[in-house]
Protein backbone atom coordinates (compact mmCIF):
# COMPACT_ATOMS: atom_id res chain seq x y z
CA UNK A 1 0.00 0.00 0.00
CA UNK A 2 1.22 3.05 -0.84
CA UNK A 3 1.11 6.67 1.83
CA UNK A 4 1.57 8.70 -1.21
CA UNK A 5 -1.95 9.19 -1.22
CA UNK A 6 -1.68 11.77 2.09
CA UNK A 7 -0.78 14.35 -0.92
CA UNK A 8 -3.23 15.08 -2.96
CA UNK A 9 -5.80 12.77 -1.82
CA UNK A 10 -8.54 14.84 -2.38
CA UNK A 11 -8.96 15.76 1.00
CA UNK A 12 -9.13 19.54 2.14
CA UNK A 13 -6.41 20.35 4.70
CA UNK A 14 -8.29 23.02 6.16
CA UNK A 15 -6.41 24.72 9.23
CA UNK A 16 -8.63 23.49 12.13
CA UNK A 17 -8.77 26.33 15.19
CA UNK A 18 -9.49 26.04 18.33
CA UNK A 19 -12.93 27.22 19.98
CA UNK A 20 -11.92 26.69 23.17
CA UNK A 21 -8.46 26.96 25.55
CA UNK A 22 -9.30 27.44 28.74
CA UNK A 23 -7.89 24.82 31.19
CA UNK A 24 -4.91 24.11 28.97
CA UNK A 25 -1.30 25.20 29.63
CA UNK A 26 0.16 27.15 26.02
CA UNK A 27 2.14 23.78 25.26
CA UNK A 28 -0.98 21.86 25.41
CA UNK A 29 -2.82 24.27 22.91
CA UNK A 30 0.30 24.36 20.51
CA UNK A 31 0.62 20.28 20.47
CA UNK A 32 -3.04 19.89 20.22
CA UNK A 33 -3.21 22.59 17.71
CA UNK A 34 -0.50 20.65 15.84
CA UNK A 35 -2.43 17.46 16.07
CA UNK A 36 -5.46 18.76 14.26
CA UNK A 37 -3.97 20.24 11.53
CA UNK A 38 -1.24 17.47 11.02
CA UNK A 39 -1.87 16.02 7.32
CA UNK A 40 -0.78 12.38 8.53
CA UNK A 41 -3.26 12.74 11.24
CA UNK A 42 -6.46 13.89 9.05
CA UNK A 43 -5.46 11.18 6.77
CA UNK A 44 -5.11 8.65 9.71
CA UNK A 45 -8.74 9.41 10.50
CA UNK A 46 -9.93 9.75 6.99
CA UNK A 47 -8.98 5.94 6.29
CA UNK A 48 -10.04 4.12 9.65
CA UNK A 49 -6.17 4.34 10.83
CA UNK A 50 -6.04 4.13 15.49
CA UNK A 51 -2.93 6.50 14.99
CA UNK A 52 -0.61 8.40 12.54
CA UNK A 53 1.98 5.88 13.43
CA UNK A 54 0.64 3.58 10.89
CA UNK A 55 2.02 5.40 8.31
CA UNK A 56 5.34 4.83 9.93
CA UNK A 57 5.33 1.36 9.03
CA UNK A 58 3.92 2.00 5.74
CA UNK A 59 6.78 3.79 4.93
CA UNK A 60 9.38 1.55 6.79
CA UNK A 61 8.19 -1.53 4.73
CA UNK A 62 8.16 0.15 1.44
CA UNK A 63 11.20 0.75 1.93
CA UNK A 64 12.78 -2.44 3.54
CA UNK A 65 9.90 -4.75 2.46
CA UNK A 66 10.02 -6.49 6.32
CA UNK A 67 6.32 -8.00 5.99
CA UNK A 68 5.74 -10.95 4.37
CA UNK A 69 2.50 -12.81 3.81
CA UNK A 70 3.29 -15.52 5.87
CA UNK A 71 4.97 -14.35 8.77
CA UNK A 72 4.62 -14.85 12.98
CA UNK A 73 5.13 -10.98 14.20
CA UNK A 74 5.62 -9.80 17.77
CA UNK A 75 4.64 -5.71 18.26
CA UNK A 76 5.74 -3.97 21.43
CA UNK A 77 4.65 -0.90 22.34
CA UNK A 78 1.52 -1.91 20.39
CA UNK A 79 -1.27 0.53 21.72
CA UNK A 80 -3.26 2.21 20.32
CA UNK A 81 -2.85 -0.42 17.37
CA UNK A 82 -1.69 1.74 13.91
CA UNK A 83 0.97 -0.48 13.28
CA UNK A 84 -1.13 -4.07 13.95
CA UNK A 85 -3.40 -2.53 11.37
CA UNK A 86 -1.45 -2.21 8.94
CA UNK A 87 0.34 -6.08 9.90
CA UNK A 88 -3.51 -7.75 9.52
CA UNK A 89 -3.69 -5.85 5.80
CA UNK A 90 -0.51 -7.69 4.76
CA UNK A 91 -0.37 -11.35 6.81
CA UNK A 92 -3.18 -13.44 6.39
CA UNK A 93 -3.29 -14.36 10.29
CA UNK A 94 -6.58 -17.03 9.71
CA UNK A 95 -3.31 -19.06 8.52
CA UNK A 96 -2.11 -21.46 10.84
CA UNK A 97 1.43 -20.08 11.54
CA UNK A 98 0.85 -16.80 11.04
CA UNK A 99 0.22 -14.26 13.80
CA UNK A 100 0.04 -11.00 15.23
CA UNK A 101 1.27 -10.70 18.92
CA UNK A 102 0.84 -7.01 20.59
CA UNK A 103 1.52 -6.06 24.26
CA UNK A 104 1.11 -2.51 25.97
CA UNK A 105 0.99 -1.08 29.23
CA UNK A 106 -1.89 0.77 27.79
CA UNK A 107 -4.85 -0.81 27.25
CA UNK A 108 -6.03 -1.95 23.68
CA UNK A 109 -9.15 -2.11 21.95
CA UNK A 110 -9.32 -5.85 21.05
CA UNK A 111 -8.63 -6.90 16.98
CA UNK A 112 -9.48 -9.37 14.65
CA UNK A 113 -6.01 -11.54 14.05
CA UNK A 114 -4.35 -10.15 16.81
CA UNK A 115 -3.31 -11.36 20.30
CA UNK A 116 -3.39 -8.42 22.49
CA UNK A 117 -1.81 -8.69 26.26
CA UNK A 118 -1.85 -5.38 28.32
CA UNK A 119 1.10 -5.54 30.70
CA UNK A 120 5.03 -3.74 31.11
CA UNK A 121 7.17 -5.20 29.23
CA UNK A 122 9.83 -3.86 31.60
CA UNK A 123 7.98 -6.50 33.89
CA UNK A 124 10.15 -9.03 35.58
CA UNK A 125 7.75 -11.93 33.96
CA UNK A 126 6.20 -10.37 30.90
CA UNK A 127 9.06 -11.81 28.45
CA UNK A 128 7.90 -15.18 29.49
CA UNK A 129 4.29 -14.41 29.48
CA UNK A 130 4.52 -13.21 25.96
CA UNK A 131 6.86 -16.46 25.03
CA UNK A 132 3.86 -18.49 26.08
CA UNK A 133 1.76 -17.11 23.57
CA UNK A 134 3.60 -17.36 20.48
CA UNK A 135 3.17 -20.94 18.48
CA UNK A 136 6.78 -20.81 16.82
CA UNK A 137 9.57 -17.90 16.66
CA UNK A 138 9.09 -14.84 15.63
CA UNK A 139 9.86 -13.57 12.15
CA UNK A 140 9.47 -9.59 13.11
CA UNK A 141 9.94 -8.13 15.87
CA UNK A 142 8.59 -4.12 16.26
CA UNK A 143 8.96 -1.93 19.35
CA UNK A 144 7.78 1.46 19.30
CA UNK A 145 8.41 1.55 23.13
CA UNK A 146 8.89 4.95 24.19
CA UNK A 147 9.08 6.18 27.83
CA UNK A 148 7.79 9.67 28.63
CA UNK A 149 10.15 11.97 27.51
CA UNK A 150 11.21 15.12 30.49
CA UNK A 151 13.14 17.12 27.69
CA UNK A 152 16.43 16.74 28.71
CA UNK A 153 18.10 15.24 25.51
CA UNK A 154 20.56 12.52 27.01
CA UNK A 155 18.33 11.02 30.02
CA UNK A 156 15.39 10.97 27.18
CA UNK A 157 18.52 8.78 25.00
CA UNK A 158 19.35 6.57 28.13
CA UNK A 159 15.67 6.21 28.81
CA UNK A 160 14.84 4.71 25.42
CA UNK A 161 17.74 2.97 24.95
CA UNK A 162 17.38 0.65 27.82
CA UNK A 163 13.92 -0.15 25.86
CA UNK A 164 15.65 -0.56 22.95
CA UNK A 165 18.03 -3.33 24.14
CA UNK A 166 15.40 -4.96 26.67
CA UNK A 167 13.62 -5.97 22.96
CA UNK A 168 16.53 -6.76 21.17
CA UNK A 169 17.44 -8.91 24.23
CA UNK A 170 13.90 -10.59 24.23
CA UNK A 171 14.23 -10.87 20.41
CA UNK A 172 17.70 -12.78 20.23
CA UNK A 173 16.03 -15.50 22.45
CA UNK A 174 12.83 -15.83 19.94
CA UNK A 175 13.67 -14.81 16.83
CA UNK A 176 13.91 -17.59 13.70
CA UNK A 177 16.51 -17.35 11.52
CA UNK A 178 16.72 -14.56 8.76
CA UNK A 179 14.32 -12.12 10.72
CA UNK A 180 14.19 -8.62 11.32
CA UNK A 181 14.04 -6.10 14.44
CA UNK A 182 12.42 -2.85 14.17
CA UNK A 183 13.21 -0.80 16.67
CA UNK A 184 12.40 3.32 18.12
CA UNK A 185 15.43 5.42 18.90
CA UNK A 186 15.99 8.79 19.18
CA UNK A 187 18.92 11.11 16.98
CA UNK A 188 22.21 10.57 17.46
CA UNK A 189 21.20 6.63 16.93
CA UNK A 190 21.73 3.70 18.52
CA UNK A 191 23.97 3.42 21.28
CA UNK A 192 27.45 2.02 19.83
CA UNK A 193 27.45 -1.17 21.96
CA UNK A 194 23.70 -2.66 20.74
CA UNK A 195 25.02 -1.42 17.06
CA UNK A 196 27.50 -3.66 17.67
CA UNK A 197 25.50 -6.38 18.76
CA UNK A 198 22.96 -5.85 15.62
CA UNK A 199 25.76 -5.96 12.90
CA UNK A 200 27.34 -8.63 14.03
CA UNK A 201 23.50 -10.49 14.23
CA UNK A 202 22.41 -9.41 11.65
CA UNK A 203 23.00 -9.33 7.84
CA UNK A 204 22.41 -5.50 7.25
CA UNK A 205 21.64 -2.71 9.80
CA UNK A 206 19.85 0.73 8.82
CA UNK A 207 18.78 3.89 10.36
CA UNK A 208 15.83 5.48 9.10
CA UNK A 209 13.38 8.50 9.53
CA UNK A 210 10.14 8.10 7.96
CA UNK A 211 8.56 10.71 6.31
CA UNK A 212 5.41 10.53 8.70
CA UNK A 213 7.84 11.64 11.89
CA UNK A 214 7.28 14.97 12.40
CA UNK A 215 10.41 17.17 11.23
CA UNK A 216 10.82 18.55 15.00
CA UNK A 217 10.60 14.95 16.32
CA UNK A 218 14.23 13.50 17.40
CA UNK A 219 13.23 9.97 16.35
CA UNK A 220 14.39 7.56 13.89
CA UNK A 221 14.14 3.77 13.82
CA UNK A 222 16.54 1.13 13.69
CA UNK A 223 16.25 -1.51 10.85
CA UNK A 224 18.33 -4.77 11.36
CA UNK A 225 17.25 -7.31 8.69
CA UNK A 226 18.38 -11.06 8.22
CA UNK A 227 19.02 -12.63 11.81
CA UNK A 228 21.83 -15.16 12.09
CA UNK A 229 20.37 -17.44 14.52
CA UNK A 230 23.16 -18.44 16.67
CA UNK A 231 23.79 -22.37 17.17
CA UNK A 232 23.13 -23.39 20.72
Known sequence: MSTKSTKGSGS??????????????ISSQRWLQRQLNDP???????????SRAAFKLL???EKYNIIKPNMRVVDLGAAPGGWCQILTQHIDTTKPGNEVLALDILEMEPMP????????????????????????????VLSDMAPPTTGHKNTDHLRIMSLVEMAYDFSE???????????????????????????QNFDKVHHFKPPSSRK????MFVVAIGFKKKED
Open 12 to 25: RNLTVKLKKSRGRS
Open 40 to 50: YTQEAQRMGYR
Open 59 to 61: QIN
Open 113 to 140: GVTVMQMDFEDHDAPDQLKSKMTGPADL
Open 173 to 199: QIMAPGGTFVAKVFQGGTEQEILKRLK
Open 216 to 219: DSSE
